[in-house]
């Protein structure tokens, strides 16, 4: 994902954001669960596309991948969710406890979307909404 990733309750004070760093920090023990795979493929399709079409937008981008140095995603997996689970040694604090247990708890990321759950009073999840992208293929454009 690339990313730094900001523990910090959107409508929380201090205090409970620092339980929550506290939580993530101190835990024995993750779990990782993740969701639906997206797979994607344009290979022969695009080539067909683009030598057959007579739009001028269509042209134009066919110009732009035939540039030298260009290339294009033409395989592509990725999950659109993933799931942590963070369980503490000790009871979670009765401060995080109450904001896990109002829904939804949400946590501001740029690129996708993050929600905390409870799960038990000495565990709970963030899960992550997305587009991660785990492996492509790429191609370089020539005309042949």
Known sequence: ??????????????????ELIEAVRNSPY????TGSWLNME???????????????????????LL???NMILVRSSAITEVSFYFHAQKPLPDNLI?????KPVSIEQPY????????NKNTFELTLNGFFQIIGQFMKCELE
Not at 1 to 17: A, E, G, L, Q, Y
Not at 50 to 64: H, I, S, W
């Open 98 to 102: 109450k904001k896990l247990l109002s």
């Open 67 to 69: 540039t030298p140095g």
């Open 42 to 64: 344009v290979t022969d399709a695009l080539g067909k596309i683009l030598d057959t079409t007579t739009d001028e937008n269509l042209l134009d981008y066919k110009r732009a």
């Open 1 to 18: 994902m690339d990313n730094r990733f900001v523990f910090k309750i959107d409508t929380s004070n201090d205090k409970i954001n620092n």
């Open 112 to 119: 996708f979307k993050s929600q905390l759950f409870y799960v």
């Open 30 to 33: 993750s779990e990782i669960e």
